[in-house]
Nanobody, 121 residues
Framework: QVQLVESGGGLVQPGGSLRLSCAAS????????MGWYRQAPGKQRELVAS???????TYVDSVKGRFTISRDNAKNTVNLQMDSLKPEDTAVYSCNADLKIYRFLDYVTYWGQGTQVTVSS
């Protein structure tokens, strides 16, 4: 059974940093795009950043220059380094990944359980 497990959330003061990690485990043939989403109370979920298997990254405008997404293909992990955090970054952050469990099957999107990030003084 495939699982995505996140870690690294918590409470941080404005201007501080946090690093989120997400590890995929189980029977995995290959992983396509991996990404981080967030959802703040009363708001729609939004894509924060994504990264392809070749390392091509995308970011939502509000985090450009402050967040960095990276992945380790050997360890099936994706990380989100968040610097210069602002109160408006407060949300539940979830990772997702397009996984193929066997060579001849299609990619399926899996989600982690989510981790709370709170930016407050």
């Amino acid at each position: 059974q495939v699982q995505l497990v996140e870690s690294g959330g918590g409470l941080v003061q404005p201007g501080g940093s946090l690093r989120l990690s997400c590890a995929a485990s189980g029977i995995i043939f290959s992983i396509g795009v991996m990404g981080w989403y967030r959802q703040a109370p009363g708001k729609q979920r939004e894509l924060v950043a994504s990264i392809t298997s070749d390392g091509v990254t995308t970011y939502v405008d509000s985090v450009k220059g402050r967040f960095t997404i990276s992945r380790d293909n050997a360890k099936n992990t994706v990380n989100l380094q968040m610097d210069s955090l602002k109160p408006e970054d407060t949300a539940v952050y979830s990772c997702n990944a397009d996984l193929k469990i066997y060579r001849f099957l299609d990619y399926v999107t899996y989600w982690g359980q989510g981790t709370q990030v709170t930016v407050s003084s």
